[in-house]
């Protein structure tokens, strides 16, 4: 066992309304920093990391026990991000978060930049992992945490997946290994945003009834609305006391959240707004809620 | 034979696009669509056709059979283990399957259950390995397979094709439905150039000579062949020096009566392709010259190392696969023929990795530049 000393502080999870806002607006700008980086980049992937913009600022500024000066620092929660495609999500959290500087989103997907296309852990190692090819982030969290319980490690593991990588075989072989070692200290969040890239999940190959088959395999399954940071602490906070299982939190959330013309339409999952009209239009969208309010610059 | 008399230029007998040279105004189609134009071509004959694909209809161009042919068509999700063999299981019940998806997975992922269920079973399954090579640009390493010639040509039973344009992936995709064995063929989702024509010839297991010389023998598959004609006619302006050209589509089975009569005429050898140099391309090439006819083989292609993110054309510069680099591997392999004396790393080595690392540092700091 560590020195009391030597252990990281996992301060409660309870998110109070002061706490809440100040997440609810960074939420807000890493959106907006999100769109400015895929019209920049050019190509990609946008529906996916809008709808898991609320999920990523919740794990990055309130729930990880982590260190971005210190990446490396051996006691931080490790975050897995399987679904690779949804990165730039990952990466504008990581600048706000002080990984790296602001500018580096400039480069994404270009040439010599840390920031590659899927996330390569080689080219920027606070990420973890490298993935892109589905399933393979699931199996390595799994092996994270089963190691951190063989040396009694304090810290957890989160591993972020997305509902059509489930369709993936490795993904159920990762969740039997989760189930019948009951890694507790494992918290798997499934994306259940419902589109992939060729349309909805249940066009293509159906997963329901989902939490059905998770529970099926041993696992805690948590149900959340993934857009509503308060919701996901919760479903985190349930995780954490969940002490004889590993959980998987299956956050629902809306592809595309926050643009009008991206909003449910898979035919986004893989393109990029362009620049002009419909960068315009997207940041006006975040900017006013849709025109529910009005924009300051207006 | 025509290589006596005629012991320079552009082989007429192989109907090459007329604008070869003219890179501004020459075609420029993804291999891709292709692949998407043939399958549905071979299904107009072929009832038994069926598509399979993980997930990725648009961008492996299987949604212009889809169009055509709804009912044949099979979405997989994203499961590429099960596509391998559930395309067996359509085999041996009487169908040909074309099992789709990126060549990373297909036959990246699913390389055992391809070598089980249709190698070893001798099944009928026809596997379309898309995105293949560094052109699938910013997408990054985990998506650029480079790997997939050496593993599929060490399969037995196992046909490998690398056709270099659209016209030749249309004919490889309608020459694969028609024989039957399992049979392996990649394509790229850049646009390249048309360099061959409807009329230029291809033949399963058959290698083409494109440019006659006497000098030096460019052995290329897939699109970067137009990279080694290019090399060609620079060499041949600039120093005089007449490479001839083959075009080694046929990984498996190979035209070594081709490669062994160009060794024996030319003396020297360049291989050339957008995959790994160990065990592809290069790798038949070294071992059936070793076997038969040793001479200098020098080998462009990715030295063992991955792909990253970057724009499609950045990347083959950046791994020596342009002309320049082909030129340069040329000069060294006509160098060693003679006996002279040169650097231990090749110079087309060293050349791609100092533009690697200059393009690096000139993007990434141009990007960064402006303020976010």
């Not at chain 1, 990523?56 to 897995?80: C, E, G, N, Q, S």
């Not at chain 1, 299956?250 to 009209?277: C, L, Q, R």
């Not at chain 2, 998806?101 to 379309?128: D, M």
Request: aromatic share 8%; glycine share 8%; proline share 5%.
């Amino acid at each position: 066992m560590l020195p009391p000393s030597k252990l990281p502080v996992r301060k409660p999870l309870h998110l109070h309304d002061k706490k809440l806002k100040v997440l609810e607006k960074k939420a807000f700008e890493i959106r907006k920093d999100l769109i400015e980086m895929l019209v920049e980049a050019g190509s990609g992937h946008s529906a996916g990391p809008l709808g898991m913009a609320d999920i990523f600022t919740a794990l990055y500024f309130h729930v990880l026990v982590h260190h971005p000066k210190k990446p490396d620092w051996k006691l931080r929660d490790r975050l897995i991000l399987s679904n690779g495609h949804i990165v730039p999500i990952r990466y504008t959290t990581m600048a706000h978060a002080g990984y790296f500087p602001k500018q580096w989103l400039n480069s994404l997907r270009k040439m010599g930049s840390p920031l590659q296309g899927h996330p390569e852990h080689h080219w920027l190692p606070s990420l973890e992992t490298t993935s892109g090819p589905l399933g393979e982030g699931l199996s390595q969290a799994a092996g994270i945490a089963y190691a951190g319980r063989m040396d009694g490690s304090p810290w957890r593991v989160y591993c972020c997946t997305g509902d059509g990588e489930l369709d993936e075989g490795q993904c159920w072989e990762a969740f039997q290994f989760a189930g019948d070692n009951k890694l507790s200290n494992l918290t798997f969040i499934i994306d259940r945003n419902n589109i992939q890239i060729d349309g909805k999940t249940e066009d293509v190959l159906p997963l329901e009834p989902l939490a059905d088959k998770l529970a099926a395999f041993n696992l805690h399954v948590i149900r959340c609305a993934g857009n509503d940071i308060k919701d996901f602490v919760r479903a985190v906070e349930e995780a954490h006391a969940t002490t004889d299982k590993c959980s998987v939190i299956i956050a629902s959330t809306i592809p595309g959240y926050g643009v009008s013309f991206m909003e449910n339409d898979y035919h986004w999952h893989g393109m990029v707004p362009k620049k002009g009209a419909e960068e315009r239009q997207a940041l006006k969208d975040l900017r006013t809620l849709w025109g529910r309010i009005q924009s300051e610059h207006e | 034979m025509a290589t006596k008399k005629q012991e320079k230029g552009l082989n007429p007998h192989m109907f090459l696009a007329r604008n070869i040279f003219d890179t501004k105004n020459l075609k420029q189609i993804p291999t891709r669509d292709g692949y998407g134009d043939g399958v549905t071509e071979a299904g107009k004959t072929n009832k038994n056709i069926v598509v399979l694909c993980c997930d990725l209809t648009e961008s492996t161009r299987s949604e212009t059979f889809k169009k055509a042919f709804p009912d044949q068509f099979i979405q997989m999700g994203i499961a590429e283990q099960a596509l391998a063999s559930i395309g067996a299981g359509l085999s041996l019940a009487g169908k040909v399957p074309f099992i789709s998806s990126y060549a990373a997975f297909s036959p990246g992922r699913n390389w055992e259950q391809i070598r089980t269920t249709v190698a070893l079973q001798n099944s009928n399954v026809k596997i379309a390995g898309a995105h293949a090579g560094l052109s699938v640009g910013p997408d990054g390493a985990t998506h650029q397979m480079l790997e997939d010639i050496a593993l599929m040509r060490v399969m037995p039973n196992m046909t490998v094709e690398v056709p270099c344009d659209y016209f030749e992936t249309k004919k490889t995709t309608i020459a694969g439905a028609k024989m039957i064995g399992p049979f392996y063929f990649r394509f790229a989702r850049a646009a390249s150039p048309v360099f061959t024509t409807q009329k230029t010839p291809f033949k399963i297991g058959k290698a083409e000579i494109f440019r006659f010389g006497s000098d030096v023998t460019f052995v290329a598959a897939g699109p970067v062949l137009y990279e080694a004609l290019m090399a060609a006619e620079q060499l041949s302006k600039e120093h005089g020096i007449e490479a001839r050209v083959i075009n080694a589509h046929s990984i498996k089975p190979f035209d070594t009566k081709t490669l062994i009569q160009a060794a024996k005429e030319t003396g020297a050898i360049v291989t050339i392709e957008e995959a790994q140099v160990s065990g592809g391309l290069a790798g038949v090439v070294c071992e059936t010259l070793s076997l038969t006819c040793p001479v200098p083989v020098e080998r462009v292609g990715v030295q063992d190392t991955f792909g990253e993110s970057g724009e499609p054309n950045q990347l083959l510069e950046a791994h020596g696969l342009t002309s320049p680099f082909i030129a340069l591997a040329a000069i060294r392999a006509i160098d060693r023929k003679h006996g002279r004396s040169m650097t231990t790393i090749p110079a087309h080595i060293t050349a791609a990795e100092e533009k690697k690392q200059t393009l690096r540092k000139l993007t990434f700091e141009k990007a960064i530049r402006k303020k976010f």
